[in-house]
Nanobody, 115 residues
Framework: QVQLVESGGGLAQAGGSLRLSCVAS????????MAWYRQTPGKQRELVAR???????TYADSVKGRFTLSRDNAKRTVSLQMNSLRPEDTAVYYC?????????WGQGTQVTVSS
């Protein structure tokens, strides 16, 4: 099975930056897509950004212009650069990989943004 391990979460002040990384146990080129999701208590898990087959990247409206998804195929790593952080960005962030109909999830990494 595919394992995904996130890192890079932590504390930041509003307006600050964090960079999250997700390392996969398999070649990320074998994935139909790689994505970052986030979830807070009482809310549904929401898509933050997704890298699809062919290299197309989409972002949630709430993070456009602030977050950037990138990949390093050789290092089997997908990263999320988060700039201009806001308190509402506070959440547990999860790395997601999709192969056909199967989803693989990381353990999550906490991001907390103070006012």
């Amino acid at each position: 099975q595919v394992q995904l391990v996130e890192s890079g979460g932590g504390l930041a002040q509003a307006g600050g930056s964090l960079r999250l990384s997700c390392v996969a146990s398999a070649n990320i080129l074998s994935m139909n897509s790689m994505a970052w999701y986030r979830q807070t208590p009482g809310k549904q898990r929401e898509l933050v950004a997704r890298l699809s087959v062919g290299g197309t990247t989409t972002y949630a409206d709430s993070v456009k212009g602030r977050f950037t998804l990138s990949r390093d195929n050789a290092k089997r790593t997908v990263s999320l650069q988060m700039n201009s952080l806001r308190p509402e960005d506070t959440a547990v962030y999860y790395c997601n990989g999709r192969i056909l109909t199967k989803d693989f999830w990381g353990q999550g990494t906490q991001v907390t943004v103070s006012s």
